[in-house]
């Protein structure tokens, strides 16, 4: 997508997803709009009291903080279409007899609309959860009856898309489908996308100033699903290899609050002996976050599906060199200046060992990602682009309105 500037058309747009500043999905949210924003784009956020609601409250992070400007939430609770029977038997059986899932997303849905309904533009951050594919059926539904266009960007792909194909006749419906990778692009087409629908665009990077820090850590993120395709187990054996060998590194595992898995994980960190070699951490604002990353002397990404490009992006945005697999999207954001591994636990391991012999010239490698950061994934770089897309996109259905028919 070309980051030439916008067109002199104004754009209206209704940005529907995670709003909810320093959570460490929705920031990615937050910080676009506000690059959109400075790109001239007049931007009406629709939000949800989703998950991430939750863990900025739990985390002390003010409400002008996570609604600030042009921003309304709908506050429907959610329910998971797998619920927990430890919050009770009676919402448990609710959600599995009645689907009590699939009716809120519906609802969400229509809400979704209703509140983007005035916009030029309704663009919809597909995630999962309150974001998923059941709300934006109902939001590209709608809007395709008055022939308002709307902007798939789709994160991560719904369980409920892969057992239901059908759905993804929707985004046929959509005036673009936005993803952050070739990768997430032939995902789609496997599902029936048509690739021409598809465009892929960078996730966007804050790139912050590099402080003073000594890097004498190494971090590793795991998202809110930790046991699932993020090679923890690997990287957990790796620094049982490690410290079998007297090398007691330090390790700073990042991950959401409420993150499934959390205490699994501590229990199997326990059972090698290692417990003490890692600190856990579910919240950071903003600069706390790049002076996590600023005092790592790598940041290991041994995941095996998902998507890596949150961590590789706040990596790289602090000159912080990347430990990986070539999995997923990992080889298109860090290219060749990656350490890669082929994600077992000894060859992370050795990765590990190379670095802490001094092996890799860790100071050039983080130059040379942070560059790359900032030329190709800063937000205001990556809004440049999606602003010009409003505006073609907003001149062309007002020039099909004004038409006359043949």
């Not at 934006?136 to 022939?147: E, K, Q, Y």
């Not at 489908?177 to 665009?201: C, F, N, Q, W």
Request: charged residues 20%; hydrophobic residues 40%.
């Amino acid at each position: 997508m070309s980051n030439t500037s916008a067109t002199n058309t104004s754009v209206r747009l209704a940005y529907i997803g995670c709003w909810y500043k320093n959570d460490m999905y929705a920031h990615n949210c937050s910080n676009m709009v506000d690059s959109l924003r400075a790109n001239n784009v007049t931007v009406d956020v629709v939000t949800s009291n989703c998950r991430c609601f939750t863990s900025s409250q739990h985390c002390g992070v003010a409400k002008d903080e996570l609604m600030n400007q042009s921003c309304s939430a709908i506050g429907l609770p959610h329910a998971p279409a797998n619920p927990s029977k430890r919050y009770g038997l009676v919402k448990y059986y609710a959600v599995k007899t009645l689907r009590l899932d699939l009716w809120l997303a519906a609802a969400r849905g229509f809400l979704y609309y209703w509140r983007s309904r005035q916009a030029d533009v309704i663009h919809f951050d597909q995630v999962l959860e309150a974001f998923g594919a059941i709300p934006l059926l109902v939001v590209v539904g709608l809007a395709r009856i008055v022939h308002k266009p709307v902007v798939a960007n789709v994160h991560e792909i719904d369980p409920i898309q892969r057992n239901h194909k059908w759905l993804n006749h929707m985004y046929e419906k959509c005036d673009k489908v936005l993803v952050y990778s070739e990768h997430m692009k032939t995902e789609l087409v496997r599902l029936g996308v048509r690739a021409d629908k598809i465009i892929p665009v960078r996730y966007g990077a804050a790139v912050p100033d590099m402080g003073a820090y000594e890097r004498n850590q190494y971090i590793y993120f795991g998202g809110h699903h930790l046991l699932k395709g993020k090679g923890l187990h690997e990287m957990l054996e790796a620094l049982a290899i490690l410290r079998r060998k007297g090398r007691n590194v330090a390790v700073l595992c990042y991950v959401a609050h409420g993150c499934d898995g959390v205490d699994e994980a501590k229990e199997m960190a326990a059972r090698l002996g290692i417990a003490s070699m890692i600190k856990w951490a579910d919240f950071y604002d903003s600069k706390g976050l790049s002076a996590a990353y600023q005092r790592s002397k790598a940041c290991l990404i041994p995941f095996t599906s998902g998507s890596a490009r949150h961590p590789l992006t706040c990596a790289m945005a602090n000159g912080t060199p990347i430990v990986a697999t070539r999995a997923v999207d990992i080889p298109e954001y860090a290219g060749e200046m990656g350490i890669y591994v082929d994600g077992s636990p000894e060859s992370i391991a050795k990765a590990i060992e190379e670095i802490e012999e001094g092996d890799h010239d860790l100071q050039r490698i983080g130059f040379e990602l942070r560059k790359k950061a900032t030329h190709e994934f800063d937000y205001f770089i990556v809004a440049q682009g999606l602003a010009s897309l409003y505006g073609q996109i907003t001149a062309r259905d007002r020039l099909v309105r004004v038409t006359p028919a043949a």
